[in-house]
Every structure is written in C-alpha cells, then in structure tokens.
C-alpha cells in the first residue's frame, strides 16, 4: 500500500480516533518516514496485505507532533475545554477550541484550515499571546468604562486606581448563572455597558460647552441643533462627516464592550476555579478598603460610583417625566396677570426702554485675574463716558439658569419670570398664555415692540409669544459683510440698524426693544472692531476688519489664546453698546443691558458658578431712584458682594418697581 493509499484510509479529524479507538495525528501521517509506516508498506508490497499500526504505535507517532488538537487544548487552556462542563454540551459550545474546530483539517477537500486559517497550528506561541492579549484588552475595555469619569477634567492616572463594585458583582453573576443564560447575560451586560459608555462621552461633550451632564429626558432635541450648528459652521459636507462619524463610533462603542465582556465570560467559564478565588479575593479587598477608607494619591480605592451615578440619573429621568406638571402649575401663578393696562409700567412712560443681552458676558469675564485688568479699564471708562454725557448706572448679578449655551432659555426666564432651565420648559412656555416683559410692555398700548435678533437666521415664531410687533432678524438689517465666525451681523452695526431702523424715526411712539447681541458668542474668532459710525454703511467694510482677525482654528489651540479672544469679544460688545448709548441717547432712554449666561468651560476654567452682570443706565434720575432699594452698585461694574438674584426674579422686581 503506497504512502498516500495509507493515509485517506487515517480519520479525517484531527486527531480523531483510529479503529481501535486511539488518536491519530494527521501530521504523523504526512511526515510519513517513521518505522512501522515504512513496514507497512513494505508488507504490502510483498504480500498484498495491509497492515494497520496497532494503538501503541499510533500514539507513539503523534507523540510531540505540533498543532495537534488535544496538544492544542493542553497548551492553550484559552481555547480548551471547560472543566466545570466536561459533560455539558452546552459548555463545550461555549469553549474556543471545541471539538467542532477540532474536526476542521486541511487534507479534507473543501474544509478550512484550523484556527486562524491555520495560522495557530503554524504559530501556536504567538496564537496563545494573542489570545492572552486579547483577554487582557477586554479586561481593560470593561475597567475602562467603569472607571473613566464623565468629564474630561477629572480624566487623569488616579480615576483607574480605583476598584469597582460593580465589575465584581457582574463577574458574581456571570460565574453564578447556567451555561445558556450566561450567554444571554454576557451580551446584555456588554450592550449595556456600551451605553453606559456612550452616556458618559455624551456627559464630557456637554460638560465641555453646557457646563451641565447631558439631560436623557430634555436634551435629545439639542443634538438637532448641534448638527445645525455643524451645517453652519463647516457646510453641508462636514455636517454629515461628523454625523456619520458619531454613528460609527456608537457602533463601535457597542461592539467593543459586547464583544469585551463575552470573551471575559468565556475566560471566567473555561477558568471557573481561578475566577472564583480571584472575585472572593477581590470583593474581600473592596470590602476591607471600603470599610477603611483606603485612599492612593487622594483618590478612594473602593469605589460604587457607577452605581451612584446611575440612581442619579434614574431619580432625574424621574423628576424630568413629572416637571412638566411643575411647570405648568408654576406658570399659572402671575402677580401681575389680572393688573388692568393702564396701570402697568406707569413709572417708564414715555420712555424709550432697551433689554439688551450681551452673549456669554459672565461673571468670569470680571473675577478672572487674566482678564479682570482690562475689563475693569473698560468698566471704568464706559461709567466715566457715560457720566460725562449725563447718564447714571446701576449694577448687580443674575444667577443664568444655563452656562456655556443656550441663550434662549436664559432670555426666556428673563422675561417670564419662571425658571426655564430645559427645552421642555420652553416649549411649554412658548406655546402657552403667561405673560412675559415685553409682552406686558405691549399689553399697555405705550410702546412699540421691537425686536433686534441678528442671530436668527431662520423663522422664528415664539417672537409673537414674547409680544414683538417687529422683528428684525440676520436677514432685515440691511448687513452686507461677511460673517464673523459663528455671528451673522458685528454688534456695531446691530446697533446703528437699530437707529435706523427704529430708533432715529422722527414722530414715532416710545420703543421698547429687545436687542440680541451676537459678537460675543463662542467661538469669539474672528471678532471685529470698532470703526468710525458714519463707515459702517452696509456693512462691506468689515470683510476687511475680518481679514485682519485671528483664526479660530489657531486660537482654540490654546485655553489662555482662547481666553484673550473672548475678553476681547466681549470688550467689543460692550463699546458698542456704550458708543451707541453717547451717541443716540437722550432724556428719554433707558438701557438696561446684561449677560445671558457664563461662557464654556474653557474660559471659565470649569467653575460652576452662573452668574451674569446686569446694569440699569438713565439719564432721568428718577428712573434711577425707583432702585434705590435694590442695593445694586454704581456705575457699570458690579461689586463683588452686591445683590444676587435668580434671573427670573428680574421681571416681578422690575415691574414692580416702575408700577407705583
């Protein structure tokens, strides 16, 4: 019998079992120059028999032979079998290596090669770090989620010193369950753990620019506009990149834990008198540092943190599902709802009554010692200016509802005198009958409502809800410069279309007007400068004031770059409003002019605080008198200690101050 007649008549399995019931090695057979092959063959030759090897030898010719599969199952307990189920078939399905692989043979005509298109039979070192690798990197991926905080500040070498509770109570119940709803359970966990994941990147993203983690009942509605805020910025093109980018990566997020915490199940499994002496052993520790208060570099070792932050969110999932409730009771009390007219706002009649909101002008831009020096100087310089054109100021502190963003919900707690603090809130209020400031101030029949909104840039209805007879958006300013980053018209020029679009009328009635002012809104690069009034015209000078500014790109490179750059964005508003103020004001003018929120944490180097100047300028001393009592300070820079009120305390304070 030739050499190739023997070895078809050899089982097709890998090492699978001869007919006297030994294991083979197909390898043996296709060295094929070992002793009793050789008589075989000579046997047969001689006498036409055939002469089969007994067990001994078969085994005496797979001894030491590579990329056998029970060598395989020995050398790689990885991929071996569970030695809890040695007679479960449900656990040999779970283990790598199982017999099925172990069936697979290249010298079967059509079956694939072993392992990793064979490259574990060729490289079984290498198979086995890989496989080690990969167990490592999954341990790491479910450490990883647990352990990395929600805000990117608090990401640093300590965060991963910490044991969690939670990973040794999801390997306890993992190593406690039966083979089949361990699988179920793997895969739920690992899905589970991939949302967690992405709620905490959600979490960093709204740290970074809302100062606030993300709202899993509100905030959906945000992520609509952020992809418009992507079409506006970078075009068509880049919005739809970075959507399918986040897409992806979600996707990735909920494989990888998926996949991370399966394999950690099938290690547990194939390994289950390690995995419970190291989860009995490590509980004990989390226990023992728990109860002690171990702490490294300030850091608690025994940590529950997840567990805390998911009751967290829970309770505040909760709370959100009945705010709307809350709300709406809330927005149903109004002290000034059944005033008739004719005796709301006496103390302002005839007087031409400005709201104007600075965006992100905070409290930051005044306390910060690399910013306060020159604030201070322009403070300083606008009160003198102003005194010497016989106006007079008072100033305070709003407390924003919001930071970073949202300017809406600030500008409509501002003038509703309810806390609208979500998008939820807004919508309620927008869509219902509460009265707001200016829509009190309209209610008189005294004034003509107006409204200068040049960030608008498309329709824009809840302007009737706040009583505007006119509205003047991005588009009806008569702007025809460039953009300056993320602002559509210069506050300059917002200003000087206000006089002439309203304000500069001969024969009008008194003006009560809400005046946006856009030029200090993120990413405050480029900015533009002042420029003579009388050049302003339509706006075309400024493509080059926008030529000589700086490239958000560069800026935002560095935080102090990007400091620096808000300063002076905020400056800039501030001038505006100021020049304008000495240049058209008169007897009759009153400006009240405040910030609508605290810029992003970038600038304001993570602080929690909300507050927002605001100042009252007049040049009749009696509009000033009527807030004596407000204990507010003179001038345009309001003390450190001077009142601080929630921003919808603002509008009862107001009215009832100018109703006597």
Same mark, same amino acid.
């Given at each position: 019998?030739?050499?190739?007649?023997?070895?078809?008549?050899?089982?097709?399995?890998?090492?699978?079992?001869?007919?006297?019931?030994?294991?083979?090695?197909?390898?043996?057979?296709?060295?094929?120059?070992?002793?009793?092959? !050789?008589?075989?063959?000579?046997?047969?030759? *001689?006498?036409?028999?055939?002469?089969?090897?007994?067990?001994?030898?078969?085994?005496?010719?797979?001894?030491?032979?590579?990329?056998?599969? &029970?060598?395989?199952? !020995?050398?790689?307990?990885?991929?071996?079998?569970?030695?809890?189920?040695?007679?479960?078939?449900? &656990?040999?399905?779970?283990?790598?290596?199982?017999?099925?692989?172990?069936?697979?043979?290249?010298?079967?005509?059509?079956?694939?090669?072993?392992?990793?298109?064979?490259?574990?039979?060729?490289?079984?070192?290498?198979?086995?770090?890989?496989?080690?690798?990969?167990?490592?990197?999954?341990?790491?991926?479910?450490?990883?989620?647990?352990?990395?905080?929600?805000?990117?500040?608090?990401?640093?070498?300590?965060?991963?010193?910490?044991?969690?509770?939670?990973?040794?109570?999801? *390997?306890?119940?993992?190593?406690?369950?039966?083979?089949?709803?361990?699988?179920?359970?793997?895969?739920?966990?690992?899905?589970?753990?991939?949302?967690?994941?992405?709620?905490?990147?959600?979490?960093?993203?709204?740290?970074?620019?809302?100062?606030?983690?993300?709202?899993?009942?509100?905030?959906?509605?945000?992520?609509?506009?952020?992809?418009?805020?992507?079409?506006?910025?970078?075009?068509?093109?880049?919005?739809?990149?970075?959507?399918?980018?986040?897409?992806?990566?979600?996707?990735?997020?909920?494989?990888?834990?998926?996949?991370?915490?399966?394999?950690?199940?099938?290690?547990?499994?194939?390994?289950?008198?390690?995995?419970?002496?190291?989860?009995?052993?490590?509980?004990?520790?989390?226990?023992?540092?728990?109860?002690?208060?171990?702490?490294?570099?300030?850091?608690?070792? *025994?940590?529950?943190?997840?567990?805390?932050?998911?009751?967290?969110?829970?309770?505040?999932?909760?709370?959100?599902?009945?705010?709307?409730?809350?709300?709406?009771?809330?927005?149903?009390?109004?002290?000034?709802?059944?005033?008739?007219? &004719?005796?709301?706002?006496?103390?302002?009649?005839?007087?031409?009554?400005?709201?104007?909101?600075?965006?992100?002008?905070?409290?930051?831009?005044?306390?910060?010692?690399?910013?306060?020096?020159?604030?201070?100087?322009?403070?300083?310089?606008?009160?003198?200016?102003?005194?010497?054109?016989?106006? &007079?100021?008072?100033?305070?502190?709003?407390?924003?509802?919001?930071?970073?963003?949202?300017?809406?919900?600030?500008?409509?707690?501002?003038?509703?005198?309810?806390?609208?603090?979500?998008?939820?809130?807004?919508?309620?209020?927008?869509?219902?009958?509460?009265?707001?400031?200016?829509?009190?101030?309209?209610?008189?029949?005294?004034?003509?409502?107006?409204?200068?909104?040049?960030?608008?840039?498309?329709?824009?209805?809840?302007?009737?809800?706040?009583?505007?007879?006119?509205?003047?958006?991005?588009?009806?300013?008569?702007?025809?410069?460039?953009?300056?980053?993320?602002?559509?018209?210069?506050?300059?020029?917002?200003?000087?279309?206000?006089?002439?679009?309203?304000?500069?009328?001969?024969?009008?009635?008194?003006?009560?007007?809400?005046?946006?002012?856009?030029?200090?809104?993120?990413?405050?690069?480029?900015?533009?400068?002042?420029?003579?009034?009388?050049?302003?015209?339509?706006?075309?000078?400024?493509?080059?004031?926008?030529?000589?500014?700086?490239?958000?790109?560069?800026?935002?490179?560095?935080?102090?770059?990007?400091? !620096?750059?808000?300063?002076?964005?905020?400056?800039?508003?501030?001038?505006?409003?100021?020049?304008?103020?000495?240049?058209?004001?008169?007897?009759?003018?009153?400006?009240?002019?405040?910030?609508?929120?605290?810029?992003?944490?970038?600038?304001?180097?993570?602080?929690?605080?909300?507050?927002?100047?605001?100042?009252?300028?007049?040049?009749?001393?009696?509009?000033?008198?009527?807030?004596?009592?407000?204990?507010?300070?003179?001038?345009?820079?309001?003390?450190?200690?001077?009142?601080?009120?929630?921003?919808?305390?603002?509008?009862?304070?107001?009215?009832?101050?100018?109703?006597?």
């Amino acid at each position: 019998m030739s050499l190739f007649t023997r070895s078809r008549q050899l089982p097709d399995a890998e090492g699978g079992a001869g007919p006297d019931g030994d294991h083979r090695d197909d390898t043996s057979v296709a060295d094929g120059a070992r002793g009793d092959d !050789t008589a075989a063959e000579a046997g047969e030759g *001689a006498g036409g028999g055939k002469a089969e090897p007994t067990g001994d030898e078969a085994e005496g010719t797979s001894v030491g032979a590579e990329g056998t599969a &029970d060598a395989e199952a !020995t050398a790689d307990p990885e991929h071996g079998a569970d030695p809890e189920d040695s007679t479960d078939s449900e &656990d040999s399905a779970d283990a790598e290596g199982s017999a099925a692989e172990a069936e697979e043979t290249p010298d079967s005509p059509g079956s694939p090669a072993p392992g990793w298109f064979g490259w574990r039979r060729r490289f079984p070192r290498a198979a086995r770090g890989v496989a080690v690798g990969t167990s490592v990197l999954a341990g790491a991926v479910v450490l990883g989620v647990l352990l990395v905080p929600n805000r990117l500040e608090r990401v640093n070498v300590e965060a991963f010193l910490r044991l969690p509770v939670e990973a040794i109570l999801l *390997a306890v119940v993992l190593l406690a369950l039966p083979p089949r709803p361990r699988k179920v359970a793997a895969v739920v966990s690992g899905v589970f753990l991939g949302l967690f994941a992405t709620l905490k990147f959600l979490d960093m993203g709204f740290y970074q620019f809302l100062a606030r983690p993300f709202d899993l009942v509100f905030d959906w509605i945000l992520l609509n506009d952020a992809t418009d805020f992507l079409r506006e910025s970078f075009g068509r093109s880049g919005q739809v990149l970075a959507v399918v980018g986040v897409i992806v990566l979600f996707a990735a997020v909920l494989a990888l834990s998926t996949l991370a915490v399966t394999r950690l199940t099938n290690v547990m499994s194939r390994h289950r008198p390690v995995a419970v002496r190291t989860t009995l052993v490590l509980g004990t520790v989390w226990v023992t540092c728990f109860t002690l208060g171990v702490q490294a570099g300030g850091v608690t070792i *025994a940590t529950k943190g997840n567990s805390e932050f998911l009751a967290n969110r829970l309770q505040n999932v909760y709370n959100g599902l009945g705010d709307a409730k809350v709300f709406e009771k809330e927005a149903g009390v109004d002290a000034f709802g059944d005033t008739p007219p &004719d005796q709301l706002l006496t103390g302002l009649r005839g007087k031409d009554v400005l709201f104007t909101f600075i965006e992100s002008y905070g409290r930051v831009a005044l306390d910060d010692p690399q910013m306060a020096p020159e604030m201070d100087a322009t403070l300083k310089e606008g009160t003198s200016s102003l005194k010497a054109a016989g106006f &007079d100021s008072r100033s305070g502190w709003l407390k924003s509802p919001v930071a970073g963003a949202g300017s809406w919900l600030a500008h409509s707690t501002f003038l509703s005198g309810l806390w609208v603090k979500n998008q939820q809130r807004y919508r309620s209020l927008t869509t219902g009958d509460r009265e707001t400031l200016t829509s009190y101030f309209q209610k008189t029949g005294a004034w003509r409502t107006v409204g200068i909104v040049p960030g608008v840039r498309k329709a824009w209805p809840e302007g009737k809800y706040f009583g505007l007879d006119n509205i003047y958006d991005s588009e009806h300013l008569g702007y025809h410069g460039p953009y300056f980053s993320w602002t559509p018209v210069p506050d300059q020029f917002s200003m000087e279309a206000f006089q002439r679009l309203e304000h500069g009328k001969k024969d009008r009635d008194p003006i009560m007007a809400e005046i946006i002012l856009a030029s200090s809104h993120s990413p405050w690069s480029p900015v533009a400068h002042m420029i003579d009034w009388e050049d302003l015209g339509d706006g075309s000078v400024f493509h080059q004031v926008k030529k000589e500014g700086t490239n958000p790109t560069e800026v935002w490179k560095d935080p102090k770059r990007v400091r !620096t750059e808000y300063r002076k964005a905020v400056e800039y508003s501030l001038h505006s409003v100021i020049e304008w103020l000495q240049r058209y004001g008169d007897d009759n003018t009153v400006l009240v002019f405040l910030g609508d929120h605290q810029p992003v944490p970038t600038v304001t180097r993570n602080s929690a605080n909300k507050d927002v100047p605001i100042t009252i300028v007049a040049r009749d001393p009696k509009v000033l008198d009527r807030v004596s009592g407000w204990g507010w300070t003179d001038g345009l820079k309001p003390a450190d200690n001077a009142p601080t009120w929630g921003m919808d305390q603002f509008r009862d304070r107001f009215m009832t101050a100018y109703a006597k």
